[in-house]
Each structure stands twice: as C-alpha cells, then as structure tokens.
DNA sequence: GTCTATAGTCCGATAGAC
DNA sequence: GTCTATCGGACTATAGAC
C-alpha cells in the first residue's frame, strides 16, 4: 500500500508526487483520487482544488515526465563533442534510453492516458515537428536519422510496457547499432 | 452519435462490432456500457453476460486488433519472393505500415487498454520473443534487423497517436529506407 | 487563496425473473 | 441467453471554515 508521508512542501507538489506513487504501483487506470489524496495528506476537496479532475491530474503527470525526459536529454548532450553533428542524436539515445526503471513505469501509465488526451498530444507532436525539422536540414541522410528516432521511441514503448524480448546482450547491440546509424546519417 | 443498427448475426459479434464504432468515436477512455449496448441492440445486462466487464471487452477488442495485424503480415508476405530471406521482415514493413485510418483510430485506443492490461501484454510479448528468436537466428546482422521492427513500431506508435511529424513525402522515403535496411540485415 | 465536509450524479457490476 | 431493477463505488460540485 502506499502510506501518508508526513512531508512538508506546497500541497501540489505533494499531490504530484503522491500520484506518482500510486500510479507507479497500480497503474493510471487503477488510480483512485481519493487514495491520492490520503498519500498526499489532504482532502479530496483539497485536492479536486489543484487539480479539477482527475484527467488534469494525470495531464500534470504527463508533462512532468515529459519534462523530465527532455532535461535528461540535455544532460546527456555533455557527454559528446561539440563539433560531432550527430550529438543530438546520439544525445536522445542515451539520455532517452537510459532512464531508471521508475521512470519505465510511470511511461506505461502516461502512455495509456496520452492516448486519449488530445491536449497532451498536441504538446507532445510539436515537439516531435521541431526536431524532425532539425534533423531535415541538418542531416545527410534524413531517412536514416529518422529512423534512428523512431526506432528509439519503439524501443521505449515495448520497455515501458514491459515487452522487449531482447537480452541484456541484445539491447546493447542494437544500442551501439543505433549510435553507428547515427554517424552514418551525418556523412 | 453511434446509432443502433438492427443488424442480425451472434450477439457478441454485434456488441464488439458496435464497441469498435465507440471507441473509433470517443476513445477507449470514454467507452460507456450503455451506449455500446444500445447501439448493438442488447441491454446492459445482456452485454455484460457476453463480455463480464469493461476490461474483458476492451481486452477482446485488442484481441482482434492484434489478430487482423497478424493477418496483415500474412497477406504481405504474398508481395515478396521466397527466395528472399528478408522477406518476412519486409511483409512486417508493408503489413503493418499499410494498414487503413480506422485500424489506426483503433490503434491509439488498444494501446491504452494494453498498458493497463498485464494478461494481454503477456500475448504480445511471447509474440515479440517468438519474432525476436528467429531475427537473432536467420539475419546476418541482428541489430540492424531489431531496429527496423523497432522502428516499425515507434512509426505505427505515432501514427496511432497521430502525432507523426513527417510529411508524405518524408514518410516514404523513411519506408523506402526500411527497406534497404532490412535488406542490409541479410547480407 | 487554500482547504474541509458533504451532497449529487454517473456508471460498472450483480441478482434474479423470464 | 437476455432483460429489468438495483446496488455501490468513485468522480465531481458546492458551501463555507480558516
């Protein structure tokens, strides 16, 4: 079960956090406001306050982890040269792919309330038109380093959902596979 | 609005064939007892005999959607040579890539549904293993091989959601890139 | 502005008649 | 196998305390 943690901080940000808990362990369909509110240490009034359904709440949750996926992308841009091309690129492999496993669960849970949230989606294909008009005109090969895009968010998408058939020794192929399309499409 | 159609034939061919108009409408989120029952011509109680609640219907639904996908591939493979060993890789490609707006509509709906949806996660998943093992024993170069299905799934993913950013044009020549990608993988 | 308590409403699920 | 009637849980709305 999840407890009342007797935390201190804005009630939102207690309220986002508690939801995280819950989603984590039974999934965003599963996900009971008043269980969330108990976790939190507030009401349901209080909080149906911050957030005015329980579709606001799961949208709040969808653009933190969204949020969070893109800094973890900037981070991981430091790991490469200024001069390769192929940097941002290679950036979303690693910064995208190698996120913990509690960031795995809840993308499951994001997934399935993206679907029928056409606000999210909307923010979320902007983002998508941005970089692909990066890669547009800043690629040799533009299919190729579409393809590298896409095979990311597959391999993201079966992760989540805990379906990726690939060993350990797999992934890692495919990984180093991915960072050579990478360079070849920058050539 | 979805309306009632007297059509004739086994109930629970009418209720899945009514709860697919829904869901195509409202998405799987919104997906109400009552209207899918009315616009099979059962009530309520006549539907839930057939499927015992919402999650068994949505579940056999996605059932279906997997099914008609498999079927796809099958179909595809026609387009190719047997000679070519990277055929079945290719009929995924046209299969699964080719497939009309309303299985797409229906798409975004059944990854919801399967995210929150362990038992049908499992069937897909034993479904990946089973294509994953042959890819990792027939193709010369794994990794190139895992990443086009990969990138077949991420390309399907957005579709579904319709948050693809690419252009006609663009999509082709990705396509067209899979293609010889998947060539690639056999030689 | 922030939150509590309570009341209203919708909808999935069950029970039992036919 | 199908229907009607009803229950009960969970989301939402509102009035008002602090």
Redesign the interface.
């Known amino acids: 079960m999840v407890e009342a943690h007797a935390v201190p901080g804005p009630a939102r940000d207690r309220i986002l956090e508690a939801a995280e808990r819950v989603v984590a362990e039974v ?4 996900l009971i406001l008043d269980v969330v509110a108990q976790a939190a240490g507030v009401s349901k009034g209080g909080l149906l306050y911050h957030f005015p359904s329980k579709e606001s709440l799961l949208g709040a949750l969808a653009q933190r982890y969204v949020q969070n996926k893109e800094q973890c992308i900037e981070a991981a841009k430091g790991g490469f040269s200024e001069q390769d091309h192929s940097r941002d690129l290679k950036a979303c492999i690693v910064g995208i792919l190698g996120s913990d496993p509690r960031s795995k669960a809840m993308g ?2 994001l ?6 949230d056409l606000t999210l ?1 909307e923010v ?2 902007e983002r ?2 941005a ?3 990066e890669l ?1 005109e800043s690629s040799a090969d ?3 380093a ?2 590298v ?7 993201m ?2 992760e989540s ?6 060993t350990e020794d ?1 992934r890692a ?2 990984v ?3 960072m050579k ?1 990478a360079d070849e499409s920058y050539r």
């Open positions: 999934g965003a369909a599963r499951a849970a997934l399935a309330t993206a679907a029928n989606l979320i294909r998508l038109v970089n692909n008009n547009a533009f299919a190729r579409a393809i895009t896409l095979a990311i968010d597959g391999l998408m079966r959902l805990r379906i990726s058939p690939f797999q192929q495919v180093r596979e991915l399309i």
